[in-house]
Every structure is written in structure tokens, then in C-alpha cells.
């Protein structure tokens, strides 16, 4: 198994450009996470899908932030406009099971914001 | 979820065990421990968790106190590898908390030759 898969690895952008991260769950993981790591907040949770649906977006800093799964093996997190503050390394995990916490992270997406 | 306390940094020398403690004094009876490592530019990495009863799996051993208030996870035989941040998660499998993680500052372990 490949694993989740996240592109791009590396994402360098000016502030107020829009910028789409995706993630492909590992087959059969009906459960998709986002996640954004940062020095200061450490890791946080963004917004979870459980058949493509999204469960829980509480943790979406703000509107310019969004997350769509069109289907079981695509999600993207979109943010439109950026910000240096977004400068981040954005991971994106899946899990099969029900209200598991065995979740299995993708590489991460470093993004840079100027 | 319940608040978990991790010393933020220990040594371990390669092929010694290597013993990560956690203080989980507020857990209540149906949340788990669960331990999740971080290698340095890698996304976090699963590594056992737990109820009540000692674990054990192919990655590691978690020993669980009876009172459930702390636990250790051992890495039997440390190698350069596990050089990481270890977290420790304590957490229920479902209600309010389902499917979230709630990650902390973790424990920076360096096992060194």
C-alpha cells in the first residue's frame, strides 16, 4: 500500500495567492483528516470527513479556509486568500475504523507564505 | 479529552530500552492512551495504544498503571531510528472527542550511539 499521499510536498506562495493542498486516503479509509503543524500551536486538528462527508469543521481557523472530498480518494484544503500567518506544514491522515484514533498520516505539505 | 503530562526531553543509548513516561491523572473510564512518534519532516506514525490491560506489539510495549492515572510506552531495543517526539494521547473512541487527536508537546527522545 502507497499510503496517504499528499502533493505538493513543498508549496512557496506570495500572500493573497490561493493555494490547494491534496490528499489521497489509503483505499478503503472511510475516514479523512487535515491537520496543520506549527511551532507556536504544535499539531491541530482542521476538519475531519467520514464518507466524504464533512463531520467536524470546528477547527477551520477561518473563512478563507476550505475543504471539500468530492470523492472516497480525493480531498483538498483550500485557502483563498493566504496569509504569512498560514505558513505551516499541513498533514492530512486516514483511518478505516469507526471512532478510531489509529489514524496514518501522509508526508505533509510544507507551505510558505511571503 | 483528558490532559496528559510528558517530560519534554530524555536520552537513551542505542540498544538500551528506552522508558517514556506519561501522567494521565484525570482520565476517566472509557478513554484510551495512545501513543503516536513523530521522526523528524515526517508526518506522525501510530504506535500502540491501550485501556486498562499492558500492550505489547511488533513497535513497542505500553504498561499501563492499575489506577490508570500514567503509563509508559518501552522501546525494548533502541536504535538511532527512534530518534523522534513521542506523544502521548489520552482519549475516548467516540462522543464528542470521535476521531479527533488532540496532540501535545510531546517527549523529544535522542538515542545516542
Known amino acids: 500500500d502507497a499510503g496517504v499521499i499528499q502533493s505538493p510536498r513543498h508549496e512557496v506562495t506570495e500572500m493573497g495567492q490561493e493555494v490547494t493542498l491534496r490528499c489521497k486516503p489509503i483505499?478503503?479509509?472511510?475516514?479523512l483528516f487535515w491537520y496543520r503543524q506549527t511551532m507556536m500551536r504544535g499539531l491541530e486538528l482542521l476538519i475531519y470527513?467520514?464518507?466524504?462527508?464533512?463531520?467536524?469543521d470546528s477547527g477551520m481557523p477561518e473563512d478563507r479556509f476550505s475543504a471539500k472530498m468530492p470523492n472516497a480518494s480525493f480531498s483538498t484544503l483550500k485557502i483563498q486568500p493566504s496569509e504569512p500567518r498560514d505558513s505551516a506544514v499541513y498533514f492530512c491522515?486516514?483511518?478505516?475504523?469507526?471512532?478510531?484514533?489509529?489514524?496514518?498520516f501522509g508526508p505533509g505539505t510544507r507551505l510558505l507564505v511571503l | 479529552d483528558a490532559k496528559t503530562t510528558q517530560p519534554p526531553s530524555m536520552d537513551c543509548a542505542e540498544g538500551r530500552a528506552a522508558n517514556l513516561p506519561c501522567n494521565h491523572s484525570t482520565i476517566s473510564g472509557n478513554e484510551y492512551v495512545y501513543w503516536y512518534r513523530q521522526i523528524h519532516s515526517q508526518g506522525p506514525q501510530y504506535i500502540i495504544h491501550g485501556l486498562k490491560n499492558n500492550e505489547t506489539n511488533e513497535m513497542a510495549s505500553l504498561i499501563i498503571t492499575e489506577d490508570r492515572k500514567s503509563s509508559t510506552l518501552i522501546l525494548p531495543h533502541a536504535t538511532l531510528r527512534d530518534t523522534a517526539v513521542y506523544y502521548c494521547?489520552?482519549?475516548?473512541?467516540?462522543?464528542?472527542?470521535?476521531?479527533?487527536?488532540?496532540f501535545g508537546q510531546g517527549t523529544i527522545l535522542t538515542v545516542h550511539p
Open positions: 483505499s478503503g479509509h472511510d475516514y
Open positions: 494521547i489520552v482519549s475516548g473512541a467516540g462522543g464528542t472527542s470521535y476521531g479527533k487527536l488532540t
Open positions: 491522515a486516514s483511518t478505516p475504523e469507526q471512532g478510531a484514533k489509529t489514524q496514518y
Open positions: 470527513f467520514n464518507n466524504n462527508v464533512p463531520i467536524d
